[in-house]
């Protein structure tokens, strides 16, 4: 009885009665819509503390632990590897689920998979709870990209999304601020295990705050409410089953994966540069750790203006057309890229502003190839489309993590910044060529 009860806690939850006052319901939609905005950001801001605590604890377990960075970059790579794979298939899941229950019980997991990391001390327990934690992160996405499709209609996603897409850089510029202070003061353990208890913490808060789709709380849906015409792909899309849309809009689908593969280099890129950026400046630069934290938090803070821009430029300037912004942006990363690199030795402010423009070139595209995903397939699909794209993205973090930690390790950071350039030029290569498609451009199947 009691696992029948959670099955149904986890179910999509059906149509309610429909209200038909319109001023309820424009006072519904609103209240909704901004609850369910600000829950979703700051339970993904929180998914960040519990993935990248390790990313800061790197140095100060080398120093304690006596591991190599072939070492960590294995663990990197398994949370990665796991994070990838779990983000296609919950994102199957999550668009058949609700999002209440399943953002909040990735995140009270991934809590306490953080927990039991800090109390390991083999490089084996380390492998095991840290590739569950992968896992679990994976839970945290495909929800919000349903609720995104689900509350924000066409016209105004690109700024909605790319606001709540901030929610990685604000996790990402928090994390050095916490978790490196206390992994500094207080050991690595305590900043694993702070992260870890405030995100079940959290993950309390959203059971508390989050709802399922407009219509489950007798709203119209967002099309309607907008005043939008009701597209062919829609009505074709509301006779499919779950696995006809899979496989009609999703894996047969050619944009699907082109943007798959960007996501991929794209992934690699940013991944590099937040993960082992620190330890480049540390060990080349002549920064401290202190130091060089801070400039990931430029990092950080370059993606959060990425972001937002990215969404209002495709928005607003082409008119919802995501691939211009897509490829501009990434063409802009190979530039930023060399910066990175050749940055003169010493020079903290110099640093801060090329890690902050390649933050901001970066995280454009890292936004919007999931909104590309969810528009040229359909939101009925949009978990499975970004969880498919968000897969590939993963394996790309996952070459991040081993493979570049074994190139600084045995060829020095030129090869490792010579292989990232390679990979810069190949997004921007594979974004050029959807630079025309717009939104569910793609006939599904009868």
Not at 31 to 37: H, L, V
Request: proline letters at 4%.
């Amino acid at each position: 009885m009691w696992f029948q009860n959670l099955l149904e806690k986890f179910s999509s939850v059906p149509q309610a009665e429909k209200i038909t006052d319109p001023k309820k319901v424009d006072s519904n939609y609103s209240y909704w819509r901004m609850r369910t905005f600000y829950s979703m950001y700051v339970g993904y801001v929180f998914f960040y503390l519990t993935r990248k605590s390790f990313t800061f604890v790197m140095p100060v377990m080398i120093q304690e632990m006596g591991f190599t960075k072939t070492d960590l970059g294995i663990l990197g790579s398994i949370l990665y590897f796991s994070y990838g794979l779990s983000k296609f298939f919950s994102g199957i899941m999550s668009d058949r689920s609700n999002p209440r229950y399943f953002m909040a019980t990735g995140l009270i997991i991934t809590g306490i998979c953080n927990i039991f990391f800090g109390l390991s001390s083999s490089i084996f327990l380390f492998a095991v709870f840290w590739g569950l934690n992968g896992w679990f992160q994976g839970w945290g996405w495909p929800p919000c990209a349903r609720l995104l499709t689900h509350w924000y209609a066409k016209s105004e996603r690109g700024r909605w999304w790319g606001l709540w897409s901030t929610s990685h850089n604000v996790g990402g510029a928090i994390i050095p601020l916490v978790v490196a202070v206390l992994a500094a003061r207080y050991g690595w353990r305590m900043a694993m295990y702070v992260p870890g208890v405030l995100c079940i913490i959290m993950g309390a808060f959203l059971i508390n705050r989050l709802r399922d789709t407009p219509t489950s709380l007798g709203l119209p849906p967002i099309e309607e409410y907008k005043g939008a015409a009701v597209s062919d792909e829609d009505k074709v899309a509301e006779k499919m089953s779950k696995k006809q849309l899979l496989l009609d809009v999703v894996l047969r689908n050619k944009y699907i994966w082109i943007l798959g593969c960007a996501y991929f280099f794209i992934y690699v890129v940013r991944t590099a540069v937040n993960d082992w950026g620190q330890l480049y400046l540390y060990e080349t630069k002549g920064f401290s750790l202190t130091a060089a934290a801070a400039c990931i938090f430029s990092f950080e803070a370059g993606g959060f203006l990425g972001c937002l821009s990215a969404g209002w430029v495709s928005d607003k300037i082409f008119n919802g057309r995501r691939g211009p912004v897509n490829a501009i942006f990434s063409c802009g990363v190979i530039f930023a890229t060399v910066s990175v690199w050749y940055m003169p030795y010493g020079a903290v402010m110099y640093a801060h502003v090329m890690m902050f423009g390649i933050g901001f070139l970066v995280f454009g595209p890292q936004m919007l190839i999931g909104i590309a995903a969810a528009e040229l397939s359909h939101k009925k699909a949009a978990g499975a489309a970004t969880g498919f794209v968000g897969w590939f993205a993963y394996i790309g973090a996952t070459a991040a993590g081993f493979p570049f930690g074994k190139i600084a390790q045995d060829y020095g950071w030129s090869m490792f910044f010579l292989i990232l350039l390679v990979c810069a030029f190949v997004a921007f290569s594979l974004l050029s060529m959807l630079w025309l498609p717009k939104e569910e451009k793609i006939q599904p199947a009868k």
